[in-house]
């Protein structure tokens, strides 16, 4: 079946700091990927989606790249804010020809504390 | 836009309870979804709805129940209420791609 992994939390930068959240994923077909971000107390939003291999989903100063070949999404941002602090999720939807129902499968969830 | 309206936004019930999660979206929706999430865990699929009257069983189904009698309402009932299912409860709906999210309830059985 599907499957998604997130690095393991929780990560804790300071403003400004480089960040890099690895996620890795198993798939039969062509999944789209995703990654969503729950600020506390909030449902989950849609970060950014890339729905096919190489393409770069970017939204907010972050960036995530479709790697086929390492079968990997993982979410950078080059400079983070106090605002960022939230749980980030990695997600992927496959495409089952015509009978998907577009489930999600999530990673675990990342915790992001910045501080100033 | 409203976008998805989940009610209550939380709720205590003792162990043997039973009540209904409300979840309402005004996008006109084919497709809606039901999650839980538990600490430390990505969100599990229960049910789905791929449209009104048709519903069918994701990965953790049981010690629920959804109907679907109209495109905009997805109402999950538990019936027997046990605290393994104590949780944060995400209801989803989508047309194409993404997903879009109600803000949560959190349920507490104790």
């Known amino acids: 079946g599907n499957s998604v992994t997130q690095m393991e939390g929780p990560v804790t930068l300071s403003e400004e700091a480089f960040l890099t959240i690895n996620c890795t994923y198993t798939a039969t077909g062509y999944p789209s990927l995703f990654w969503y971000v729950q600020y506390p107390g909030e449902g989950l939003q849609l970060l950014l989606k890339a729905t096919k291999a190489d393409d770069k989903g970017s939204n907010k100063g972050f960036e995530a790249t479709y790697r086929k070949e390492t079968t990997s999404f993982h979410l950078e941002k080059g400079s983070v804010q106090v605002s960022d602090s939230a749980v980030y999720f990695c997600?992927?939807?496959?495409?089952?020809?015509?009978?998907?129902?577009?489930?999600?499968?999530f990673g675990q969830g990342t915790i992001l504390t910045v501080h100033p | 836009n409203a976008g998805v309206t989940q009610t209550p936004k939380f709720r205590i019930l003792k162990i043997g309870q039973s009540m209904t999660l409300q979840c309402t979206q005004d996008?006109?929706?084919?497709?809606m979804y039901w999650y839980r999430q538990d600490p430390g865990m990505g969100l599990k699929l229960i049910y789905y709805s791929v449209g009104a009257g048709i519903t069918d069983k994701g990965e953790v189904p049981n010690g629920y129940n959804v109907s679907r009698s109209t495109t905009e309402d997805f109402p999950l009932r538990l019936e027997l209420a046990a605290p393994s299912q104590t949780s944060v409860y995400f209801c989803?709906?989508?047309?194409?791609?993404?997903?879009?999210f109600g803000d949560g309830t959190r349920l507490s059985i104790l």
């Open positions: 996008m006109n929706h084919n497709y």
């Open positions: 989803a709906s989508r047309q194409n791609q993404p997903q879009h």
């Open positions: 997600a992927l939807s496959e495409y089952a020809g015509g009978t998907s129902y577009g489930k999600l499968t």
